[in-house]
Antibody
Framework: QVQLQQSGPGLVKPSQTLSLTCAIS??????????WNWIRQSPSRGLECLGR?????????DYTVSVKGRITINPDTSKNQFSLQLNSVTPEDTAVYYC????????????WGQGTIVTVSS | DIQMTQSPSSVSASVGDTVTITCRAS??????LTWYQQKPGKAPKLLIY???SLQSGVPSRFSGSGSGTDFTLTISSLQPEDFATYSC?????????FGEGTKVEIK
């Protein structure tokens, strides 16, 4: 079955870069029927989609406006994984971060990573 | 961004009850509506997609309806494992957005 395994630090200093990786098993990051997403959840902002990457003859990414300019999502076909980088973090970026698979036909996120609690603090 | 508004924010119910949760979109989203269940410390679990299609493996006591801007999740014959938080999510226009969640608590 499809599984997503997240990795990355749980503590990031203000102004630094948050980096997380999501390793995929049972599916391919290059699959043309899904998109690979990063979502975060905090008490103040609830569930928030940050962005996605997907392959449709070529690679594409979409980012939500609230983090545009600070975020990069990259696929890594050699390791069958994708990553999140969020620059210039502030305490408002403290949240649980999830990677998730999104289906084009369903529009929903059917497979989720285990979540990473990321705290932004000095 | 499309705003998703859920009501109620919480509901108290007993085992065997029927619970109804509503979700309203700030603009029409067709049937691009997904419902999730989330338990503390866990990732959300997809229950219903396309407003009314039951995800494989999800019990039939869960059902969804609606289209356009108004949607409903119904849990019939509530079971002990159903006490959780339920959220809606639209997939009509990126960025996908979620409702604030409805906590179903034990009465």
């Amino acid at each position: 079955q499809v599984q997503l395994q997240q990795s990355g630090p749980g503590l990031v200093k203000p102004s630094q870069t948050l980096s997380l990786t999501c390793a995929i098993s049972g599916d391919s990051v290059s699959s043309s029927s899904v998109a690979w997403n990063w979502i975060r959840q905090s008490p103040s902002r609830g569930l928030e989609c940050l962005g996605r990457t997907y392959y449709r003859s070529k690679w594409s990414t979409d980012y939500t406006v609230s983090v545009k300019g600070r975020i990069t999502i990259n696929p890594d076909t050699s390791k069958n994984q994708f990553s999140l980088q969020l620059n210039s973090v502030t305490p408002e970026d403290t949240a649980v971060y999830y990677c998730a698979r999104g289906g084009w036909r369903s529009g929903g996120f059917d497979i989720w990573g285990q979540g990473t609690i990321v705290t932004v603090s000095s | 961004d499309i705003q998703m508004t859920q009501s109620p924010s919480s509901v108290s119910a007993s085992v065997g009850d029927t619970v109804t949760i509503t979700c309203r979109a700030s603009q029409g989203i067709g049937s691009w509506l997904t419902w999730y269940q989330q338990k503390p410390g866990k990732a959300p679990k997809l229950l219903i997609y396309g407003a009314s299609s039951l995800q494989s493996g999800v019990p039939s006591r869960f059902s969804g309806s609606g289209s356009g801007t108004d949607f409903t999740l119904t849990i019939s014959s509530l079971q002990p494992e159903d006490f959780a938080t339920y959220s809606c999510q639209q997939a009509n226009t990126f960025p996908w957005t979620f409702g604030e969640g409805t906590k179903v608590e034990i009465k």
